[in-house]
Every structure is written in C-alpha cells, then in structure tokens.
C-alpha cells in the first residue's frame, strides 16, 4: 500500500499563500515556488506522485509540472545526499580552476557527477553559471554560496558538512 502524498497543514497553508498571489486561472504561476517547497518537504527531490500532487493542488495536468521540473536544474529527480555540492563549471570558474574543484571533490568522495556518497551525505552536480563570476571557482550549497574556492578550502567545507556546521536555509 503506498503511502498518502500530503504537505504538512503549515506547508499547504503556505502553498495557497502562494497560489493567493496569482490572478484567477493563472495559478500555474506558482509552480516554481510551490515546486521548491516539495522538494524541501518531501525528502530533497522530486518524484512523479510528488509531482502529481502539485498538479492536482495547481489544477494543472501533471505534464506541465514535469517539463518544468526536468528543466530547471535546481530540482532534484531523484534522491539526493543531504549537502548537494553545485559546483559552477562555466567559463569563469574554468578559468579559474574549476575543474580541478570537481575532480578534487569526486576523487575525496568516490563519486562521478550526479551521484551521491555511500553515507548519503554528499552529491555532486556540476552547475552552470550561479552568478558569481567574481569570486570564482565557487559552488552552492543549500542557499548559500562558497567562493574563491582552493582545495584547502573545499576540504574544509566538507569536513563542516561531515560535522553538521554547515547551513543549508
């Protein structure tokens, strides 16, 4: 027997604080917003009766929900570690050393792109542009920014991660 889909009471009250926003017939609109509060609710990554769910709370077919959420790389499709690693890979951080970021990151953690540790803890997901040009190489996490990034530095942030001292909100 599967298990009921629901947001919590203080979730779905946000979710219709959202839709609230939007006129009449257009409460698509509040697909990203309400698609970021799944995630974080329902385990940090999308599955189809999650995206279902949201369909059905937007009055909107399940396809338009999926076309969105498969796009935007900030939704996870499947489960992740609890520290998503983001590393930006696009021409300044390149220049800057990303790459050597990424293969310092994947080395330390024995996992390719898109894959998540043995513990659970860390997954890596190579990241185009995040904005932050001017303080490359850099890489998010949670909501956070983690710039000038060294190898000293990453190995610093990871072992913060391991201690629970890093903020994801």
């Keep these: 027997m599967s298990e009921t889909i629901a947001f919590k009471p203080e979730s779905l009250e946000q979710v219709h604080k959202i839709i609230a926003r939007y006129p009449e017939g ?3 609109s509040a697909l990203l917003p309400v698609l970021h509060l799944a995630q974080k609710e329902f ?3 999308l599955d189809v ?3 279902d769910y949201v369909a059905e709370l937007l009055s909107i077919t399940p396809i338009e929900v999926y076309e969105v959420a498969t796009f935007y ?3 996870n499709m499947k489960p992740v570690g609890k520290y998503v690693l983001e590393v930006c890979r696009t021409g300044p951080c390149m220049v800057r050393g990303s790459e050597k970021i990424l293969n310092h990151i994947r080395t330390k953690l024995n996992i ?3 894959e998540t540790t043995e513990d659970g803890m860390f997954t890596l997901k190579p990241a185009e542009c995040l904005g932050a040009c001017g303080y490359a190489p850099m890489m998010q996490l949670g ?3 983690h710039e000038n990034l060294t190898i000293e530095k ?3 942030i990871l072992d913060l991660c391991r201690e629970g001292q890093i903020a994801l909100d």
């Design 26 to 28: 257009r409460q698509k």
């Design 43 to 45: 385990g940090g990554w």
């Design 49 to 51: 009766p999650v995206m």
């Design 73 to 75: 790389t900030m939704f």
């Design 112 to 114: 390719k792109d898109g």
């Design 143 to 145: 909501k956070f920014f």
């Design 154 to 156: 990453v190995d610093e």
